[in-house]
């Protein structure tokens, strides 16, 4: 890590931090101590804190290139169509007629596969994915993503965007939900190959980059830079990554699902090959989830305090518990089964985020029934249920059924037609 700190990639700014850089760093010293235990970091490394300063300024470059392209006006030598880039993201740049050289250089890079990516692992992985069933969903929403909001600069430009907040609350947790469970599908994961069309996850994942690029395109002239760091920089990517695949595994267990040392490395593998798709900076790909828990720890570190736009997120995903329609629950009680989702929801995220990041998103703090019933259930079906003949088959159709039921409840019976692009 030490020795990639002197490396300056094209579009940083060299030398510099933004403000929020370590701006909070007794109170995320507090919040991190849970994860500096189980995630056994022996202490804090000044080298990758550094580089971690430096990923602020850092964009994704090829995807940068991209965006520009297809803002250019039309008639201008070079410029990519939006047609263009939803045929290149079916079929492969391959199939474009004439790819102008930005579309070509983006998809050259995505369609060809890392040299370390084993596939069989990686599909392992999806199926240890695909065995957590609701218990990822509800990992990656509470921990994961509103315990994301506990820190500035990422929650701001969701704010800007509305990504997350009024009436697009519902959508856009409905399109994150659907882009988790796409990589849980066997194959999913495949660039377009001789004709064939890509894989849904892979078509997803690199959909997640090319808006990325175009959020960075749209907001970096008027951004606050020299406060936030770029829009969507290479540290708070690594900051995404690790809430996906470290802090997944971790809250799995926390909910009571045994996770082994080949189950973990697999699921690592898996998300390490989504990462790249997504342009996470080499530095910050890793198999080993101790490793990953050790840059999570820094990671932490290294951000600011909250700010106004975190509490404001939080709320609207709770108040969003009761817009979704949930199958299967007869209409008069979908009023019941919305207000049970959210007191769900708060006990859980209690335990999960703990009483001074309840009170800082304000949030009303809960016991911790949701927990312990879903440790009980958990310990019933992986270790008693999930250890009998054809156990893990049973699970991995389970996880699949609560996935997808999860999915409709955010849907409302809507076509799950995201990433489309033209």
């Not at 199926?127 to 909001?149: E, I, K, P």
């Not at 997350?164 to 994961?189: C, I, V």
């Given at each position: 890590m030490s020795a990639a700190a002197d490396v300056t990639p094209q579009g940083s700014l060299p030398g510099t931090t933004p403000t929020r850089f370590m701006a909070g760093v007794e109170r995320n010293r507090r919040l991190g101590r849970p994860l500096k235990l189980v995630g056994r970091v022996k202490g804090v490394d000044e080298d990758l804190l550094a580089r971690i300063g430096e990923a602020?300024?850092?964009?994704?470059?090829?995807?940068?290139?991209?965006?520009?392209?297809?803002?250019?006006?039309?008639?201008?030598?070079?410029?990519?169509?939006?047609?263009?880039?939803?045929?290149?993201?079916?079929?492969?740049?391959?199939?474009?007629?004439?790819?102008?050289?930005?579309?070509?250089?983006?998809?050259?890079?995505?369609?060809?596969?890392?040299?370390?990516?084993?596939?069989?692992?990686?599909?392992?992985?999806?199926?240890?994915?695909?065995?957590?069933?609701?218990?990822?969903?509800?990992?990656?929403?509470?921990?994961?993503?509103?315990?994301?909001?506990?820190?500035?600069?990422?929650?701001?430009?969701?704010?800007?965007?509305?990504?997350?907040?009024?009436?697009?609350?519902?959508?856009?947790?409905?399109?994150?939900?659907?882009?988790?469970?796409?990589?849980?599908?066997?194959?999913?994961?495949?660039?377009?190959?001789?004709?064939?069309?890509?894989?849904?996850?892979?078509?997803?994942?690199?959909?997640?980059?090319?808006?990325?690029a175009m959020v960075n395109h749209a907001f970096e002239p008027n951004w606050d830079s020299a406060r936030w760091g770029l829009p969507i920089n290479q540290a708070d990517q690594a900051s995404t990554l690790g809430l996906f695949d470290g802090v997944l595994l971790i809250g799995s267990r926390a909910l009571g699902v045994p996770i082994n040392k080949q189950e973990s490395r697999a699921v690592m593998h898996l998300w390490k090959y989504v990462g790249w798709l997504i342009g996470v900076d080499d530095d910050f790909l890793v198999d080993d989830e101790w490793e990953r828990h050790r840059i999570d720890y820094h990671v932490l570190l290294a951000q600011g305090p909250m700010s106004d736009a975190g509490p404001k997120l939080a709320q609207a995903v709770v108040a969003t518990q009761a817009e979704r329609t949930y199958p299967g629950v007869p209409a008069p009680l979908q009023g019941l089964r919305g207000r049970f989702e959210r007191e769900r929801l708060l006990s859980m995220l209690t335990v999960f985020l703990g009483p001074e990041s309840m009170r800082e998103l304000g949030l009303p703090m809960r016991p911790p029934w949701a927990h312990a019933y879903l440790v009980g259930l958990n310990t019933l079906r992986y270790r008693v249920l999930g250890r009998l003949p054809g156990g893990k088959d049973r699970l991995t159709r389970w996880g699949k059924r609560r996935t997808q039921w999860v999915l409709d409840s955010y849907f409302e019976g809507k076509p799950e037609d995201i990433g489309r692009i033209g």
């Open positions: 602020m300024m850092e964009r994704d470059e090829p995807g940068a290139r991209l965006a520009d392209a297809i803002r250019l006006r039309a008639g201008v030598p070079g410029r990519v169509t939006m047609e263009q880039v939803r045929r290149a993201l079916e079929y492969g740049v391959g199939s474009v007629p004439d790819a102008p050289p930005a579309l070509i250089e983006f998809f050259s890079l995505v369609e060809a596969e890392p040299d370390w990516l084993d596939r069989a692992l990686l599909e392992e992985g999806a199926r240890v994915f695909r065995r957590l069933g609701q218990n990822a969903q509800d990992v990656l929403l509470q921990l994961s993503l509103v315990g994301g909001y506990r820190f500035g600069g990422p929650t701001d430009l969701l704010v800007a965007t509305g990504a997350l907040t009024g009436g697009a609350t519902l959508r856009r947790l409905a399109e994150t939900q659907k882009w988790g469970a796409s990589l849980t599908e066997p194959g999913s994961l495949v660039a377009p190959r001789d004709g064939a069309p890509a894989g849904e996850g892979w078509r997803l994942t690199v959909h997640v980059r090319l808006m990325h």
